[in-house]
């Protein structure tokens, strides 16, 4: 392993403890140094915006998980949980859009009880 990734991975295995003790600050910490070694990871980026959604910074947390899904768009819960803060945040008409590309995505993995 290089530096970066054992830093990567210390980080994130530190950030999964805060979390699984609902110490979300110490979470969102770091998670977001595991970002600063791999900037795209899927895993951090959906890690942290879970962490900031648990701390209700639904803005930032909407920002990583779009990002997640820029960076992996087959990932439909990270567009569902945009979709989610969009609905939650008041952004009903912008929710909607997002849910019909969630719904769409669920439909064509064979998921249609998702889809509906």
């Known amino acids: 392993m290089t530096g970066n990734q054992e830093r990567f991975q210390q980080a994130m295995n530190e950030g999964h403890s805060a979390a699984w003790d609902q110490a979300w600050d110490k979470a969102v910490t770091y998670y977001r140094q595991a970002l600063e070694e791999m900037p795209d990871h899927p895993k951090a980026l959906t890690s942290l915006a879970l962490a900031l959604y648990e701390q209700q910074d639904y803005a930032e947390a909407m920002k990583y998980y779009r990002r997640a899904s ?20 008041g952004y ?21 009880d998702k889809a509906v």
Do not use: F
């Open 70 to 89: 820029e960076v992996n768009p087959n990932d439909v819960v990270s567009l569902e949980k945009v979709a989610e803060l969009l609905e939650r945040t």
């Open 92 to 112: 009903l008409a912008q929710a909607t859009e997002v849910y019909m590309v969630v719904a769409e995505m669920y439909a064509k993995n064979r998921e249609v």
